[in-house]
T-cell receptor, first 113, second 114 residues
Framework: GENVGLHLPTLSVQEGDNSIINCAYS??????FIWYKQESGKGPQFIID?????DKRQGQRVTVLLNKTVKHLSLQIAATQPGDSAVYFC????????????FGSGTQLTVLP | ETGVTQSPTHLIKTRGQQVTLRCSSQ?????VSWYQQALGQGPQFIFQ???????GRGNFPPRFSGLQFPNYSSELNVNALELDDSALYLC?????????????FGQGTRLTVV
């Protein structure tokens, strides 16, 4: 992922609306992808994952879409709630590595009342 | 709460000093990874330990070193601290290195170098 310095991309949505957070990953050899949520003062929290042999996976209120052709991931959050306000990171795991996480730059999601 | 605990939560050090950060992994997890997260950026992989041996390292200089103990807890040591080492240091634990199991993160140690 690319670092964007001190300026995170931001997304503001109205409570109850759906949110879509996008991520471009860097390595075509990556075969496993995870979305994390990070609230202020806390460590990243696992939301949902997807393997490269899939293009869509659904969880509770969340859906991850994977487009390997353009190396793009998206996280869709349905009926966004105030508790969803946080920074969201995508992370990729590359085949043949120590399976470490390579994080993208993150998106700050703000849910408006 | 993930069951991964880090200490201390906050720390202030002077440039040139050495620091040791500690991590207790979640019960049953034998793999620990360390990440550095600068303000406004995503976490960057430092290294990973599996059964007391380093089995992966990111692009960090040798003054970043670590240990894993028989109970799978881990330490991150940083020598000759530089101002740019100021960051949130995150520890993550998981069960095993083969396959992809969920990694659980601690709350981090906020290190400030002055």
């Amino acid at each position: 992922g690319e670092n964007v310095g001190l300026h995170l991309p931001t997304l503001s949505v109205q409570e109850g609306d759906n949110s879509i957070i996008n991520c471009a990953y860097s390595n075509s050899a990556s075969d496993y992808f995870i979305w994390y949520k990070q609230e202020s003062g806390k460590g990243p929290q696992f939301i949902i994952d997807i393997r490269s042999n899939m293009d869509k996976r659904q969880g509770q209120r969340v859906t991850v879409l994977l487009n390997k052709t353009v190396k793009h991931l998206s996280l869709q959050i349905a009926a966004t709630q105030p508790g969803d306000s946080a920074v969201y990171f995508c992370a990729e795991v590359t085949s043949g590595s120590a399976r470490q996480l390579t994080f993208g730059s993150g998106t700050q999601l703000t849910v408006l009342p | 709460e993930t069951g991964v605990t880090q200490s201390p939560t906050h720390l202030i050090k002077t440039r040139g000093q050495q620091v040791t950060l500690r991590c207790s992994s979640q019960s049953g997890h034998n793999t620990v990874s360390w990440y550095q997260q600068a303000l406004g950026q995503g976490p960057q992989f430092i290294f990973q330990y599996y059964r007391e041996e380093e089995n992966g390292r990111g692009n960090f200089p040798p003054r970043f070193s670590g240990l894993q103990f028989p109970n799978y807890s881990s330490e991150l040591n940083v020598n000759a601290l530089e101002l740019d080492d100021s960051a949130l240091y995150l520890c993550a634990s998981k069960a095993g290195v083969e396959g992809d199991t969920e990694a659980f993160f601690g709350q981090g140690t906020r290190l400030t170098v002055v």
